[in-house]
């Protein structure tokens, strides 16, 4: 089984920066396109980022793009997310997700994914 574990979320003020972390288990995870997706209180789950299996490619949702990078270590099994000038839309629980597929070729659908972890939280105040 695949197991996902994130970390680095937490509080901080409009204007500042957190990055995530996403550390992997099984031998699936170099051969898998990764993504990140948030869920804000009240709303569905949505689209953030997304990775090819080698890192050669990335996606971004257009309400995060030149605010977040997404990038992976495969040796580390690890995928990141950071997050700059952050904005009190950005709160939300933030998932990592491992895709059954090795590129998403930008596709934004949640269905693309078919291993999660458990969230971390990000909190924006204004």
């Known amino acids: 089984q695949v197991q996902l574990v994130e970390s680095g979320g937490g509080s901080v003020q409009a204007g500042g920066s957190l990055r995530l972390s996403c550390v992997a288990s099984?031998?699936?995870?170099?051969?898998?396109?990764m993504g990140w997706l948030r869920q804000a209180p009240g709303q569905e789950r949505e689209f953030v980022a997304a990775i090819t299996w080698n890192g050669d490619r990335t996606y971004y949702a257009d309400s995060v793009s030149g605010r977040f990078t997404i990038s992976r270590e495969n040796a580390k099994n690890t995928v990141y997310l950071e997050m700059s000038r952050l904005v009190p839309e950005d709160t939300a629980v933030y998932y990592c997700a491992a895709a059954r597929v090795a590129d998403t070729y930008g596709r934004e659908s949640i269905n693309d994914y078919n291993y999660w972890g458990q969230g971390t939280q990000v909190t924006v105040s204004s």
């Open positions: 099984g031998r699936t995870f170099s051969n898998s396109a």
